[in-house]
């Protein structure tokens, strides 16, 4: 099981990368965040090596399917995604501040999957109604758009915080202007929202159309569907209050931070309720 | 426009109500999600006193995406968008047939350093090279001479306008399409044994039945497990039976559904059928017979004679000398019963004499046919869900629209660019600037590009 040994390090290295990039935040060097990211970068392409070979392996037990059917290896696409997308934004913005806030997220996931004792981190076989080729396309969607969520969820923790810290005025002196400024978050937690509601909404639609060939409907009120659909909608809401209300800065800073919550819950909270999806239960 | 002025009317347009409306639909999800399945409702309800379980099972409680409350929400919110959408039209569609000129007031004042372009040459020159610029990055441009200057206009994404009405559009094509199939369509589910032939379905709601004008038989049920035990695959052969003639076989699998005359079928569950078959064989005055896959109270004939079979019991360990079969066999002269044994030669070996002290443990008593048990067989039956929804295309087609429109606002901006050639002194200056419904920082890089791009073929 040479995929387990890679994770597990991959973990250390996005706990070292956030240890980085908080060193960064404090001594304001530049270069703590360049060595950041190169850990970053280096735990992303090795996790994807272990995702492959995980993949490979469960080949080699006659089950041969993609490394996304249960919780521990939703989880683990998670983390990556998450990492994923935080350095494509951290390379179009050339700013490496959110790394504190998004890391670390990435980093609990992987640990939660390989600590939390009731997930298993065996390569479990597909039962019939996880057969589709709709699978991937799916999880991968449904895990974008979570991830973007989880990007708008760290810009909206550092707006707080320093909407806290500075009363809602731009300093530049002090912690609070090693901070990006309130209009780059506030354009960040926008861009990353738009990016995820897209997602999720493809995610939805892929996971109907899945349902459509497995159960015979496209819509079953199904606890995990009603979530994701309630996710949405806040989202929704909060698009239609930025275009129709003007709303922005702090509000959306907090309705980013309740959409994250309903995405984790849509995630992970529904599992305690009963219904379709509950092949997900540990 | 009078009707503008129409209180219900601004009630319905305005955004307030659609944010209140959304908020509204997320509570009830939540409580629907929270609220437990509809029997255990069913027993608390029970426990409240009339009154209370009246008013309980009036807000209809148990099923809330089902109930009048959810409905009335979702008429509102549909009134809502589809008024809203009438009422904000005019305004799009003016923004869409925007002049090119005047550029807004105060477009050009302030510009940064890098968005004003001098150059020496005359204007005959440099507006043939700004022209082909524009042309080369933003396709068709509008021009215009002023007193002021030369300026161009050019455009990018103006459909984009558009976008939100193609996504409110899709959230009415879907509510319109999930209509269709609650009203239109139909769920049932049906159970076959294998081997059997069913054309009757229970309505998946209520207690209806639903008459198939065709008929389906259960060929096979074939469950598979992976080494751990997991479940692998549930496989039923399936046979469309219309008017006496099989029109289709197919394997039924999980994930890939058969659509049979319209109606759409699933392999949804499977069982054991409470029999249990027992596969007989026999001879005929010592050449082979036939092979009868037989279950307790079957009949079956024998076309070497006149006789009928009945199969009295199937037992899977009868005496714990294992399993049996009791046949009797009728004819004109005759009527015996008789046990047919699987391990018969076992049991003879450790009771000699049997079938002469017993009569009724031996297999050949009806002369000449000597009949033998070959194996028990559990049978299945198979549980299949069946689907006729016509609303599936429209909720399609509106899933489709509601991608393609999203892309649209989020990702395609409708940006306008300005450029105002002015003869200043001796020289002449260039100034570049735009407006853009969102992503202004996009809008920023393709100016500066553009300005590069000029700057670079002004002085070449």
Known sequence: MKHTLILSWVTFVYFASFVLYLFRLITGKEFWGRAASLLAWAGLIAQAIALILRWKNSYDLGMGHVPLANLYESMIFFAWTIILIYLIIEWRTKSRIIGVFVVPVAFLAMAYASIAPDISNRIEPLIPALQSNWLTSHVVTCFMGYAAFTIAFGCGLIYLLKNKETGGVEKPAGNSGKLPDFETLDTLIYQSITLGFVFLTIGIMTGSIWAHYAWGSYWSWDPKETWSLITWLVYAILLHSRYVRGWRGKRMAILAIIGFGCVLFTYLGVNYLPGLHSYLRA | ?460
């Not at chain 2, 392999?267 to 279950?295: C, D, R």
């Not at chain 2, 000398?321 to 002269?333: D, F, M, Y």
């Not at chain 2, 000699?352 to 028990?376: D, E, I």
């Not at chain 2, 050639?421 to 260039?430: N, R, V």
């Open chain 2, 1 to 460: 426009m009078p009707i503008e002025k129409h209180a219900l009317w601004s009630f319905f347009s305005s955004v307030k109500l659609t944010i209140t409306l959304l908020v509204l639909i997320v509570l009830l999800f939540i409580a629907g999600t929270f609220i437990p399945s509809p029997d255990v409702v069913e027993t608390f309800a029970n426990h409240l006193s009339p009154g209370a379980r009246k008013v309980f099972l009036f807000f209809c409680l148990s099923d809330l995406y089902h109930s009048w409350l959810f409905y009335i929400l979702l008429t509102l919110l549909s009134l809502n968008l589809m008024i809203c959408s009438l009422n904000c039209f005019p305004a799009i569609w003016r923004q869409y047939n925007a002049p090119h000129f005047p550029e807004p007031e105060g477009i050009f004042d302030n510009l940064p350093q890098g968005r004003i372009i001098t150059a020496d040459q005359e204007s005959g020159k440099i507006k043939p090279i700004v022209e082909s610029c524009l042309k080369k990055n933003y396709g068709p441009i509008s021009k215009i001479e002023e007193l002021r200057g030369h300026f161009f206009y050019a455009q990018r994404g103006r459909f984009s306008l558009f976008g939100v009405y193609i996504i409110h559009l899709s959230v009415l094509i879907m509510i319109a399409g999930a209509i269709i199939g609650s009203v239109f369509g139909l769920e049932a589910d049906i159970n076959i044994k294998e081997g059997e032939s069913v054309n009757v379905a229970n309505m998946t709601k209520g207690n209806g039945l639903y008459h198939l004008d065709f008929s389906i038989r259960c060929d096979k049920f074939t469950v598979e497990f992976y080494k751990d035990g997991t479940p692998k695959t549930y496989r039923s052969d399936l046979s469309f039976i219309k008017n006496g003639q099989v029109r289709r076989q197919a394997t039924l699998l999980v994930n890939h559904p058969i659509t049979f005359e319209g109606l759409r079928f699933y392999q949804s569950t499977y069982g054991m059928a409470p029999e249990i078959k027992a596969i007989v064989t026999y001879t005929f005055a010592g050449e082979k017979g036939g092979e009868m896959s037989l279950a307790a109270g079957d009949t079956f004939s024998l076309p070497q004679s006149r006789a009928r079979g009945f199969v009295l019991r199937v037992e899977e360990n009868i005496m714990r000398i294992g399993p049996a079969v009791k046949l009797r066999i009728v004819s004109q002269k005759k009527d015996v019963q008789f046990w047919v044994f699987q391990n018969l030669d076992q049991i003879v070996d450790a009771n000699p004499g049997l079938l002469t002290k017993m009569p009724m443990f031996n297999p050949g008593l009806f002369q000449p046919f000597v009949f033998s048990l070959n194996r028990l067989e559990q049978t299945y039956f198979t549980g299949l869900h069946l689907v006729y929804d016509p609303g599936v295309p429209l909720v399609a087609i509106g899933g489709l629209l509601m991608v393609a429109g999203l892309i649209i606002v989020f990702f395609i901006p409708y940006q306008r660019l300005w450029v105002f050639i002015k003869p200043q002194d001796a020289k002449i200056s260039i100034r570049i600037a735009g407006r853009s419904n969102r992503n202004d920082g996009q809008l920023q890089k393709k100016i500066d590009y553009l300005c590069r791009r000029i700057d670079e073929e002004i002085k070449a």
